[in-house]
């Protein structure tokens, strides 16, 4: 069984910053890509950023420059560091890791429960 831990989710004011946490746990032999979704109210799930295992990323053209994703391959994990953060912002944002390998299985995606960030002063 493979678990998505997500954290650092909150409420900040404009212009301020958060970093979201996810670490991927169980029998993981390894994964292709990690990466962040977020779900705005009354919209649909988007890509925030993904990185892949040698470390390209990937970013929503409307967030780069403003968001970093970043990955420890050793330990499972992704981070997104958000700068600059507006009320726009406001969202669940999921954490995503796609292609796990847990031999003898085949690969598979997974999701974390979310995490709510409010950005309001």
């Known amino acids: 069984q493979v678990q998505l831990a997500e954290s650092g989710g909150g409420l900040v004011q404009p212009g301020g910053s958060l970093r979201l946490s996810c670490t991927a746990s169980g029998r993981i032999n390894s994964i292709d890509a990690m990466g962040w979704y977020r779900q705005q109210p009354g919209r649909q799930r988007e890509l925030v950023a993904s990185?892949?295992?040698?470390?390209?990323?990937d970013y929503s053209d409307s967030l780069k420059g403003r968001f970093i994703i970043s990955r420890d391959n050793a330990n499972n994990t992704v981070d997104l560091q958000m700068n600059n953060l507006s009320p726009e912002d406001t969202a669940v944002y999921y954490c995503h890791a796609s292609g796990v390998v847990v031999i003898p299985y085949r690969p598979r995606d997974y999701w974390g429960q979310g995490t709510q960030v409010t950005v309001a002063s």
């Open positions: 990185v892949e295992s040698g470390g390209n990323t």
